[in-house]
Structures are given as C-alpha cells and as structure tokens.
C-alpha cells in the first residue's frame, strides 16, 4: 500500500551504498566493534541503499513491496507497479524484470509474492484482492478463489488498497497464507484476518482456515507476512505519522491453535474465538542507525516505509537471516532500503 508522505523541502544527499555480502567497509557499515543488536531477538547486519532512484532496461528498480528467494537462492522484487525484477543474491542488482497485468491486460497494484516450487510466481494484488499465477515470463495462469467478505466493497466489506499486502508458503508447500493490510468493515478496527488455501498434491489451491490477529494499534496495518520452518510466522506491523515517520515492529506469530474465523462474520472481541499469538521481536526503530540518514523526519533515520520481507537461510548459529525493503513509492523524500538481520526465533 502506497502510504502518505510528507515531501521533504530539498532533496536529501544520498546514503553512500553498501553490498549485502562481505566487502571493504563503506559509510553506512559500522565499525566491526559496535553494537548491532536491536533487541535481545534481532541485530542488524548493515543496510544499502544502492538501488535507491535507479532504473533496469528503463523500469524504475524501486516501489519495492515484496521480496522472496526461488530455489537457485536468487531473489525476486515485486514492484506495486506490475514489476517482478529478479535480483543477483550477492549485489541485488537487477538481473531480469518481467511486467505483469491482469487478465486483460492492466496492470495491478502488486503486493504480495511466493515463488512456488515448481518456479511460478504468485501475487496478490489488493485492488480486488486476488492472487493469481503466474509463469517464469509473466503469462497468467490461473486465479485462486477469495472469500466474499474480504472482497473490496460493495462486493465485500475489505477497503480498497487495504487489502492482500503479505503472502507466505507454510513449510512443506502445501499451505498459502495471504495476510489483509486493515480490519474489514464491521471487524473490530486492530483485527485483521489471515487466509489460507491448501492443495493436495500438485492439485490447485482451494479455501482453507481463516485466522484472526491483532495488531498493537488500529493505526498500524500488516504488510508483510513470512513462514520460518517451524510454521510461525514473521509478521511486520507498519504505520506512518505526518511529521513523526514510520513505526515497523516485527513479531514472531503463532496460527497453530487459533480459531478458524471463516464463519465469524464479524470480529468484535467475542469470546471464544483464539487470536493468532504474537511476541515482539524488536521495533525497528530500536536499531543502531550505523551511518543511516533520512529524507524526512522518521524516530530513526533508518526507517522508512519498509514493506517486503523474506528468509534467506541461517546463520552458523541457527539464527534466520531476513532481508527486509522498502518502498519508496517513486517519491524524492523516500527511500529504496535493504536490511539485512539475523532473528532468533
């Protein structure tokens, strides 16, 4: 979801680019001796800002909502604005970009991306929601079925662009999950709803559980949701406050034992229904800046409308790696940003 911004009222310098893989220091990596910890659960690594206002065979390399890694461990960027660039996993410079578009040939407003493990990709887009296949070259597929209620009203109660941003493969691949951004109308206003599909073999996905989690406050939306091997979830909540900047917490959830809330038609605190289990992990803004700046105001200049969010392996000490981006929304007070962080789960 492309969020409000406040324009900055004269372009900022350029944070000096770093690689995610292991190089000469550069401005914005600290020095070795200091602290990179966020939290207890969470360090952050370093940051690159290297993408940020560039173009790839004359597509905007930015609007970054999605992230995930395909099986040769590259990784795929979605851009809300009908893009899928395939990124080289050491530089993440563009390597491909591949338009997409609807059934008819419009574009979308992409927001979520799995790439399955047979190689195709599937994106949701939160105009409708839907989440359609696609081929390695951007042909359509097939379409996954939605819930009416989750449809953009008046077909649905869901508000528009407030809709699918995450989408995760559960361990095993056989179970997609789809997080809304906001409550639906009528839900309770910090209660959004979590939806599955299963198959069955290579069989297509069809409707499965739906779940409900809660965020910290009405004003923080979920644009990003992903699987760790166990089955929890990593979930980012993401806000933005003119004149203040963004909130990014990230939480280690838990599905296993809530409540199917399919036929719950509306979500307002009733008893007997089991919320997804949350813990935080860290608030982003608790993270050393290591040399970060900001074009606008933000409680740590290292933040900024972080949106995308995949797992790329572990650590030597089992920790997760997790590559986080932003969306910079193609505006001159934002920022194209990659983090890099090792999460103890």
Not at 32 to 61: E, I
Not at 123 to 147: F, H, I, K, M, Q
Not at 194 to 203: L, V
Not at 243 to 254: E, F, H, P, S
Request: proline share 6%; net charge positive; with cysteine.
């Amino acid at each position: 979801m492309r969020l409000r911004t406040v324009l900055a009222t004269a372009t900022a310098s350029l944070a000096a680019a770093t690689c995610l893989t292991a190089g000469p220091a550069a401005a914005t990596t600290a020095p070795a001796a200091r602290d990179h910890a966020c939290s207890p659960s969470v360090s952050l690594d370093r940051f690159t800002d290297a993408l940020d206002k560039t173009t790839y065979q004359g597509s905007y390399a930015g609007n970054f909502s999605a992230l995930a890694r395909d099986r040769h461990g590259d990784l795929a960027a979605l851009s809300d604005r009908s893009e899928l660039f395939t990124l080289d996993r050491r530089t993440l410079k563009p390597t491909s970009v591949v338009r997409l578009a609807d059934e008819s040939g419009a574009p979308l407003d992409s927001e979520g991306l799995v790439v399955d493990r047979d190689g195709t990709r599937l994106v949701t887009s939160e105009t409708e929601p839907s989440v359609r296949r696609y081929s390695r070259d951007g042909r359509v597929l097939d379409r996954l079925p939605v819930p009416a209620a989750l449809r953009v009203a008046p077909a649905g109660r869901a508000t528009a662009n407030q809709t699918f941003e995450g989408l995760t493969l559960l361990p095993g691949g056989r179970t997609l999950l789809a997080s809304m951004e906001y409550a639906l109308s009528g839900d309770d206003a910090r209660t959004v709803r979590f939806q599955t599909w299963r198959r069955t073999g290579d069989g297509p996905f069809r409707l499965a559980a739906q779940y409900a989690y809660r965020t910290d406050d009405a004003s923080l939306g979920v644009p990003e949701v992903q699987a760790v091997p166990d089955g929890r979830l990593l979930v980012l909540e993401r806000g933005f406050t003119a004149g203040a900047g963004n909130t990014v917490r990230l939480y280690l959830a838990d599905p296993r034992g809530a409540t199917d809330t399919g036929g719950t038609e509306k979500l307002t605190g009733q008893p007997g229904v089991r919320l997804i289990r949350k813990t935080l992990l860290t608030d982003i803004a608790a993270c050393p800046t290591l040399g970060a700046t900001a074009r606008q105001p933000q409680p740590n200049p290292l933040l900024d409308n972080i949106e995308g969010m995949t797992v790329t392996g572990r650590d030597t000490r089992g920790r997760l790696r997790v590559l986080l981006v932003s969306d910079d929304n193609a505006n001159p007070a934002q920022t194209t940003r990659f983090y890099s962080l090792r999460v103890r789960v």
